[in-house]
Each structure stands twice: as C-alpha cells, then as structure tokens.
C-alpha cells in the first residue's frame, strides 16, 4: 500500500522559530511536492522537488526552503515562523511529476503564535 | 487549465448511492479527470481517474459522457465514514501545470 508519512500531525512553534517538516514516501517516487491548504483558497503548491538535490519553487515560496538529500524524504524548512505561515502543511509524491495521480500524507497543522 | 464547477455542499442518508457531477465546460483533448477524497485534517487521497466513457474500482465509478463536458463520481451505499469534501480536478495527466484543488463538495452522510 502507498505511504507518505509526515514528522507531526499538529505542531505549535512561536515567531521567529525555525521550523522543519519532514516528509517520507515509501513508494520509489521520484517526484515530491509541499503544499499548504488554507480555508476559502484551496491547495496551493510551495516547493517541489523531482530527483535528489533537484528543488523548484512553486506557487508561494516565500518564507519557506526545502531539502531533499534522500529520494524517499523531502523537508520543508520555515526559516523565521511567522504568523501567517498558520497552516496545514500537506506532502506528497507522485510516479510523474505533475501527473494527477498524487499521494498525500495525512498532513501536518502548523499553529504559530 | 479547465475550470471546474462542482455543488458546494449535498446531503445523503446512509445506504443510498451518492452521484456528485463537475461540469468541465472547456475541457482539453488531453485532460483527464481526477476526483480525490479528502477527511477534515487529512490529506486529500486520489479516488479514482477517467478519460472517458466508464471507469470502476473498489471505492467508486466515474461517469464521463462523450462530450466529456461533465462527470459524474457515484458513491455506492455511502456510510457515514464517506463523510468529506470531494475534489474534482481536470488536466493534462503529464503536463506541465501543478494540481489546482477548486472548493469541492462536502458531502455530508446522515445515519
């Protein structure tokens, strides 16, 4: 069965904090991808990784890196929380990259205050 | 990218089938249909994919008439663990344009 795995279901950080999350696939996909989804403005797509090493920048970089040293984790690092980076934080894989056929982890709710 | 309009919201008691249409109005000849399933605080998980005519698997079928203007996801005898919001999504599926999640419909199982 598919698995993507996420570090944290809920984490609470404060301003300023640097804060990381860590994604894990166990299926040989290539391709990973961040999103944060937020109420009224659906999944947006922040980073995207499709090899070791390789990152691009999606929708909404800002504010956010990743790093992806192994084929099955990708990270997504906060450099400074800031408030409004409050959010669910959803990863996923995919065979090929941008294929509609994605797999996602149960997702992790960042709270910043 | 084809734009998609799906119901906001629908009502089903448990037991019965649930059919959810998204009209796709200026769908491309190389986009495919996707629909995924996703329960509050979770991820969205991908339920099932057409191109055209019928497709079925163990979770649900995709109705997709010869224009492929619209389709149909039915739900056979929902329970109340159907409950969450449903995601039509329409697009190339090798292209080069990331997954645009719309609104989707909450559906809504009622013992």
């Known amino acids: 069965d598919v698995k993507v795995t996420q570090s944290s279901r809920y984490l609470v950080k404060r301003t300023g904090e640097k804060v990381f999350l860590e994604c894990v696939q166990d299926?040989?996909?290539?391709?990973m991808f961040w999103y944060r989804q937020d109420p009224g403005l659906g999944l947006r797509l922040i980073y995207f990784?499709?090899?070791?090493?390789?990152?691009e920048k999606g929708d909404i970089p800002e504010g956010y890196s990743v790093s992806r040293e192994k084929k099955e984790r990708f990270s997504l690092i906060l450099e400074s929380a800031s408030t409004n980076q409050t959010s669910m934080y959803l990863c996923a894989s995919s065979f090929v990259l941008w294929t509609y056929e994605q797999y996602f982890g149960p997702g992790t709710r960042l709270t910043v205050t | 990218l084809a734009k998609t309009t799906q119901p906001i919201s629908m009502d089903s008691y448990e037991g019965q089938e649930v059919n959810i249409t998204c009209s796709h109005n200026?769908?491309?000849?190389?986009?495919?249909i996707t629909w995924y399933q996703q329960f509050p605080s979770q991820g969205p998980r991908f339920i099932i994919q057409?191109?055209?005519t019928k497709v079925t698997n163990e979770v649900a079928s995709l109705f997709i008439p010869a224009d492929r203007k619209s389709s149909t996801l039915s739900l056979p005898r929902v329970s109340l663990s159907d409950t969450a919001v449903y995601y039509c999504?329409?697009?190339?599926?090798?292209?080069?344009?990331?997954?645009?999640f719309g609104k989707g419909t909450r559906l809504s199982v009622i013992a």
């Open positions: 299926m040989d996909h290539e391709n």
């Open positions: 990784s499709y090899d070791v090493k390789m990152k």
């Open positions: 057409g191109y055209k």
């Open positions: 999504l329409v697009g190339e599926n090798s292209g080069n344009t990331p997954l645009v």
């Open positions: 200026n769908i491309a000849t190389n986009d495919y």
